[in-house]
T-cell receptor, first 108, second 118 residues
Framework: AQRVTQPEKLLSVFKGAPVELKCNYS??????LFWYVQYSRQRLQLLLR??SRESIKGFTADLNKGETSFHLKKPFAQEEDSAMYYC??????????FGTGTLLAVQP | KAGVTQTPRYLIKTRGQQVTLSCSPI?????VSWYQQTPGQGLQFLFE???????NKGNFPGRFSGRQFSNSRSEMNVSTLELGDSALYLC?????????????????FGAGSRLTVL
């Protein structure tokens, strides 16, 4: 069955500390994965997608097919990174399934 | 360029009633998807329309239905409301037919319609 798992509901770090938000997936096909972010009182928006292989706001994510993971990383957290982060898997066409999300809280 | 617009933003209904939510996609976008967001279940896919055709449907009862018009605007309807239908309903639009294989296509979300069922 297709599934996206984000094991941490809450991740609290101090400003300047490294961040890793975990995401594991289960999918029989060739996966295409995304990270979406929802800042307080803002819309859900795309942060990055693995196919683009880019860094957005200092965040990167590498697809590891062997470990079926797509963890989101940032070397130095900023207070403005505090938000809800969702990992999502494309099931083809425009259908996404989302993980349950991880709330990142960056303490000053 | 206007974003995805959802109306109404907030509404309160009672059990047994029905509700219709509207979504206007970004101009030129032909795909509209609907998601239900709740604290307990997170974001769950409801359905997706492309050029007026429903292509995908999530695991929701038949009380949940939708349609897309020729101008790409979409509506979703929930009949015989239950308390558990209280949620934020999100609409997203995209330009192309598929998210896979192209870095250009993304889902752009609206602000949502918050439904409370009493």
């Amino acid at each position: 069955a297709q599934r996206v798992t984000q094991p941490e509901k809450l991740l609290s770090v101090f400003k300047g500390a490294p961040v890793e938000l975990k995401c594991n997936y289960s999918y029989s096909g060739s996966p295409e994965l995304f990270w979406y972010v929802q800042y307080s009182r803002q819309r859900l928006q795309l942060l990055l997608r693995h196919i683009s292989r880019e860094s957005i706001k200092g965040f990167t994510a590498d697809l590891n097919k062997g470990e079926t993971s797509f963890h989101l990383k940032k070397p130095f957290a900023q207070e403005e990174d505090s938000a809800m982060y969702y990992c999502a898997l494309s099931l083809g066409e425009n259908k996404l399934i989302f993980g349950t999300g991880t709330l990142l809280a960056v303490q000053p | 360029k206007a974003g995805v617009t959802q109306t109404p933003r907030y509404l309160i209904k009672t059990r047994g009633q029905q509700v219709t939510l509207s979504c206007s996609p970004i101009s030129g976008h032909r795909s509209v998807s609907w998601y239900q967001q709740t604290p307990g279940q997170g974001l769950q896919f409801l359905f997706e329309y492309f050029s007026e055709t429903q292509r995908n449907k999530g695991n929701f009862p038949g009380r949940f239905s939708g349609r897309q018009f020729s101008n790409s605007r979409s509506e979703m309807n929930v009949s015989t409301l239950e308390l558990g239908d209280s949620a934020l309903y999100l609409c997203a639009s995209s330009l192309f037919a598929s998210l896979t294989g192209s870095g250009a296509n993304v889902l752009t979300f609206g602000a949502g319609s918050r439904l409370t069922v009493l």
